[in-house]
């Protein structure tokens, strides 16, 4: 079974449009991210929820929002697309401090 | 702002020889981890160091850090086609780990 799964795994839509990413772990962790990997390959932390609340929240426009429904659900709403949101989007989950993260397999978003 | 360095930022090696990545970062740190992330997938988590420690070992892999000179370093011994990949080491810092942007292993037959 897999530990985190995210869904779609590809996405390619247009500029402007609304989409959005879901993501769910069956770990019992507390925590969950949602990371960005761009072109080379460098991973950006976006968001982090621990227990549905949000912990962290880097520097991202505000078209991107999160959404925890509960603990083991965190998914990535993306409001009118555009060109440069063109990346690999990775949800992960860790316990807690000093524990490795569990990542998903990721979802490859492009806009055309 | 991105916090670890790996180096170099490609290697190529024979099967059978041992690969050396460095990684050096910025502030101090709780712990620090290396994560492989083969072509197309996510990332693997490999093995985590924390900050009072100075070497770990699981299987293959070695993990040492250096707190003084804020580096670290992970060797893969006897090293096989299937460890191709990319290599990132991510601190634990600021709540988050924050990567760095990886080396490239390419082991041949």
């Known amino acids: 079974d897999t530990a985190v799964s995210q869904t779609p795994k590809y996405l390619v839509t247009q500029m402007g449009n609304d989409k959005s990413i879901k993501c769910e772990q069956n770990l019992g962790h507390d925590t969950m991210y949602w990371y960005k990997q761009d072109s080379k390959k460098f991973l950006k932390i976006m968001f982090s929820y621990n227990n549905k609340e949000l912990i962290i929240n880097e520097t991202v426009p505000n078209r991107f929002s999160p959404k925890s429904p509960d603990k083991a659900h965190l998914n990535l709403h993306i409001n009118s697309l555009e060109l440069g949101d063109s990346a690999v989007y990775f949800c992960?989950?860790?316990?807690?401090?000093?524990?490795?993260?569990?990542f998903g397999s990721g979802t490859r978003l492009t806009v055309v | 702002s991105q916090q670890g360095e790996e180096d170099p930022q490609a290697l190529s090696i024979q099967e059978g020889e041992n690969a050396t990545m460095n990684c050096s970062y910025k502030t101090s740190i709780n712990n620090l981890q290396w994560y492989r992330q083969n072509s197309g997938r996510g990332l693997v988590h490999l093995i985590l160091i924390r900050s009072n420690e100075r070497e770990k070992h699981s299987g293959r892999l070695r993990v040492t850090l250096d707190t003084s000179k804020k580096s670290s370093s992970l060797l893969i011994t006897a090293s096989r086609a299937a460890d191709t990949a990319s290599y990132f080491c991510?601190?634990?810092?600021?709540?988050?780990?924050?990567f760095g942007k990886g080396t490239m292993l390419l082991v041949s037959p």
């Open positions: 991510a601190t634990d810092a600021l709540g988050a780990l924050t």
């Open positions: 992960a989950s860790s316990q807690q401090a000093n524990y490795g993260y569990t």
